[in-house]
């Protein structure tokens, strides 16, 4: 079964450091998007991205964030400079068209900032 | 207030038990998710649901329209079942960008 891959798996970054999350989506899939979850939260939206631009994002996906399709494949979030509180899981998604058909997450990239 | 919202937040069974969680959200939705996370934390898709009734072995999810409310059953619990159990809704006005709305989740321990 395909799977949206994302990696690392976990990343340990100091407060003030740029991070890059890789995701790899599902190779026909057309929309892409990151979510994240702080720890004892609920999953909350980042950002969606179709055709090459950001079609929407949340109060959270400040002008610290950023996304990119470098390659085609690749599905990148940045952060440019680390907060504490920046400390979550991260979920790379992708589906095929404009519904929940196919909507599949990666299996996440813990991120902590120390 | 939370646009969606689930019950219980935890929920201990023991195995065999017939197991309902539900989720009801103040949004027009044009469809509604079940989710599965591990710890560890995966997530895994169970259903997506935008009327009725949907079976998948022994998980059934359910939802109302007009009520704005949907269940997640799970018949003769077992002990592998023990997972957070997510609702998540695509709004009615998510446009172009099928975002999802989360609901807290619900933590289920089934015991042997």
């Known amino acids: 079964e395909p799977e949206v891959t994302q990696t690392p798996s976990h990343q340990v970054t100091q407060m003030g450091q740029e991070v890059i999350l890789r995701c790899v989506p599902i190779?026909?899939?057309?929309?892409f998007y990151w979510y994240r979850q702080i720890l004892g939260q609920k999953v909350e939206f980042l950002v969606s991205?179709?055709?090459?631009?950001?079609?929407?994002k949340s109060e959270i996906f400040d002008d610290q964030f950023s996304v990119e399709r470098p390659d085609g494949s690749n599905f990148t979030l940045k952060i440019r400079s680390t907060k504490l509180e920046d400390s979550a899981m991260y979920f790379c998604?992708?589906?095929?068209?404009?519904?929940?058909?196919?909507?599949?997450f990666g299996s996440g990239t813990r991120l902590t900032v120390v | 207030k939370n646009e969606v919202e689930q019950s219980p937040q935890n929920l201990t069974a023991q195995e065999g038990e017939f197991i309902t969680i539900n989720c009801s959200y103040s949004?027009?939705?044009?469809?509604l998710h079940w989710l599965q996370q591990h710890p560890g934390g995966g997530i895994v898709s169970l259903f997506m649901?935008?009327?009725g009734k949907k079976k998948h072995g022994r998980l059934i999810a359910t939802i109302n329209i007009q009520e704005k409310h949907s269940s997640l059953h799970i018949t003769a619990s077992h002990p592998r079942d023990s997972a957070v159990y997510i609702c998540?809704?695509?709004?009615?006005?998510?446009?172009?960008?099928?975002?999802?709305?989360f609901g807290t989740g619900t933590l289920l321990a089934v015991q042997p």
């Open positions: 949004v027009g939705i044009s469809a």
């Open positions: 998540a809704v695509r709004s009615r006005d998510g446009g172009a960008t099928n975002k999802l709305i």
């Open positions: 190779s026909n899939h057309l929309y």
């Open positions: 649901l935008s009327s």
């Open positions: 991205f179709y055709n090459n631009e950001i079609s929407e």
């Open positions: 998604a992708s589906s095929p068209t404009l519904s929940l058909y196919g909507y599949t």
